[in-house]
């Protein structure tokens, strides 16, 4: 029998290490995490080589006493809990006490820190978990983490990472994550000496984003809040034009982590789902505050996923408020003929890295941070939040027009400093009418030009034009009509002569028995026809002049493929959703009274801008672009 002994500490703590740090971005994420734990209104993160060479993440936050120097980097060391109990409440972003003795294990680590009250800091060296170094040097308040050469004592882990550029967009991809959950803090991310972005921290998450996806996305941004019992929602939604083909844009944090939950992913998109086609992904950046007796954070090695308690409710009011607030807007697409000139952003001084200052001498906060500190407090005085929060519609945070050295005028660029933040004037082109489109009161200013390639209207509103797709407007009317006869049980039904007849397979029989009663109920009369075969009698008014044997056939096809749970309502809708066959196709003339009409039926519905595959019913082109096109504007 092979003898039993006890592993060495080291030992043991490159293998904890390998529950915590996967890679850069774990080291990133925990060593950030600590400095919003504590309390920093300032975060700098800069990285070398992905994170595997280098890693330097500074804070102005509270500091590590001398005395707590050692002890924090044992394992389970944490000030964040006392006791197992203390777990259920838990608001702190870390709380194991496992991140610094990980990194520190399978790296070659230094910290610089200091508080408040301390004359000076000092600096920590540790290397493979074994110390190398204590001093006592001059530095400001806070901490600076120094990692190096990440795994350079586990070669075997070193060889699973990828290549350094992939592993620094892992980074980066994070610290834009941490900037939107974060607003109030300035956070800085520095790449192979390339500023990448620097928000101000003056709380504004519309800011933000805009640093980091640019003005189209913010242009087409929602304001969104909700507030339950035991939770509340605020952010933004994006408008269903900037959708994307997979969820990298779908962005929400719970009490302030970012982390993920299949059940509050599912409520959003279900949400979005009439508004969007299969296979699209809605942006939106949300912050979701819930009750910590209400979640189970301790699910994930990585802190990564949580846990819902009452999850079915959550999905239920997430998903029909958001609905709700989709509803409250028009949403029709603003289509531009000409390509706007693109921002030009000439190179601006990049600020020293603030940590590189701090170990040169004992002295107090630069001018800079100063300046970033005075503008902090002038953004808090209550005018001036009030005035922030009004930013919306035409004006957009952005850093003053210059001219730049060739002559080009330099606009919004990603890189702000606290002095250089004004209000700029969004070209009046880019906002949405204030009068609604579908509307009984703007009927009356319509003017229904005709019908091109016998497939769209153009209707002139105002100062804009209108593009109907007759298709999916035909769509969506017939699509809630028949929801709701089905909700009022009113369905009416045409017989057909002669009956459909469908051969089902075994497995397609066995679905239409499981569906049956819902058939039934939307107004297909059917019967056993004997050998395998099924008989349908009649169908609703609303589908009669389909192609009908292929519409069944499509149906118990998408049923077999992917069969359907959840309630009764569910199912009828995937049902209806496929009854659009019916509509009208393009390339089908149709006469002015018979655009009148499908337009008075849009007016009655609930959602009119998208059909019931997530395509649009209407786009618009404003007069400015058409002119600009003819050169009329220049």
């Known amino acids: 029998m092979p003898e039993i002994h006890l592993l060495s500490q080291s030992t043991i703590d490159k293998i904890a290490a390998g529950e915590v740090v996967e890679r850069p971005l774990s080291v990133v994420k925990e060593l950030t995490e600590n400095a919003m734990d504590a309390k920093a209104t300032a975060i700098t993160v800069e990285i070398k080589e992905g994170g595997i060479s280098f890693i330097r993440v500074t804070d102005n936050g509270c500091g590590i ?22 777990l259920d409440f838990v ?117 933000v984003i805009y640093r980091i996806y640019g003005k189209d996305i913010t242009d087409a941004l929602v304001e969104f809040e909700m507030q339950k019992d035991g939770f509340s929602i605020s952010g933004f939604l994006g408008k269903p034009e900037i959708n994307r083909s997979n969820r990298n844009f779908e962005t929400y944090f719970v009490n302030g982590r970012y982390t993920k939950n299949d059940i509050l992913t599912k409520a959003v998109e279900e949400g979005y789902r009439s508004y969007l086609m ?74 020293e890295p603030f940590e590189e200052r701090r170990t040169a001498m004992l002295r107090e906060e630069s001018d800079e941070y100063k300046t970033a500190a005075a503008f902090k407090e002038f953004s808090k005085e209550p005018k001036v939040q009030d005035f922030m929060q009004n930013i919306t519609g035409n004006k957009i945070l952005g850093a003053e027009s210059t001219k730049s050295s060739n002559g080009n005028e330099r606009l919004h660029a990603n890189i702000i400093k606290p002095g250089e933040h004004i209000l700029v004037q969004q070209p009046s082109q880019l906002q949405l009418f204030e009068d609604k489109f579908l509307t009984k009161e703007a ?16 209707i002139a509103f105002k100062d804009k034009l209108f593009i109907v797709d007759q298709h999916a407007a035909h769509e969506k009317v017939k699509y809630e009509r028949l929801l709701k006869e089905l909700e009022g049980k009113s369905v009416v039904s045409q017989m057909l002569a002669p009956p459909v007849i469908i051969t089902l397979t075994g497995r397609e029989e066995e679905v239409f028995g499981e569906y049956a009663n819902y058939f039934k109920e939307m107004g297909f009369e059917s019967e056993d026809f004997g050998g395998g075969s099924i008989a349908f009698r009649s169908m609703p008014v609303n589908l009669y002049g389909c192609n009908e044997k292929e519409f069944f056939t499509d149906i118990l096809d998408q049923l077999v493929e992917t069969p359907i749970k959840g309630t009764p309502e569910t199912i009828l809708q995937k049902l209806a959703s496929m009854a659009c066959k019916s509509a009208v196709k393009g390339n089908n003339k149709m ?12 007016l009655t519905l609930e959602n009119p801008y998208h059909c019931p595959h997530g395509r649009p019913t209407i786009i618009s082109m404003s007069k400015y672009e058409i002119e600009k096109k003819f050169k009329r504007i220049v």
């Not at 009927?443 to 153009?458: A, R, S």
């Open 443 to 458: 009927k009356e200013d319509y003017h229904i030009m005709g019908q091109i390639f016998d497939t769209y209207w153009l």
């Open 591 to 602: 006469e002015l009274s018979e655009m009148e009409t499908l337009i008075d039926e849009l």
């Open 65 to 86: 006493e001398k005395g707590q120097v050692k002890k924090a980097f044992l394992r389970h060391a944490t000030s964040k809990i006392n006791s197992i109990e203390d």
């Open 278 to 351: 299969q296979h699209k992904f809605p942006f939106y950046v949300l912050n979701f505050s819930i009750d910590p007796e209400l979640l189970d954070v301790n699910v994930h090695p990585a802190k990564m996923e949580i846990r819902l308690i009452k999850g079915n409710e959550v999905y239920d009011i997430i998903s029909g408020t958001v609905k709700k607030r989709l509803y409250e807007i028009e949403l029709i697409p603003s289509i531009k003929l000409t390509e706007e000139e693109k921002e030009k952003i000439t190179n601006t001084k990049t600020p």
């Open 91 to 207: 608001k702190s972003l870390g709380f194991r006490g496992e991140a610094l003795s990980s990194i520190a294990a399978v790296a070659q680590m230094e910290v610089i820190t200091k508080t408040e009250g301390e004359l000076t800091g000092v600096r920590y060296g540790i290397s493979g978990g074994c110390e190398e170094d204590l001093e006592e040097i001059g530095a400001p308040n806070g901490t600076t983490f120094i990692v190096r050469n990440l795994f350079f004592n586990t070669p075997v882990r070193k060889k699973f990472l990828k290549q350094p550029q992939t592993e620094g967009s892992y980074v980066a991809d994070l610290m834009e994550h941490l900037a939107l959950s974060r607003p109030d803090i300035s956070i800085k991310f520095i790449q192979n000496g390339q500023l990448k972005f620097h928000t101000s921290g003056n709380g504004n998450l519309k800011e």
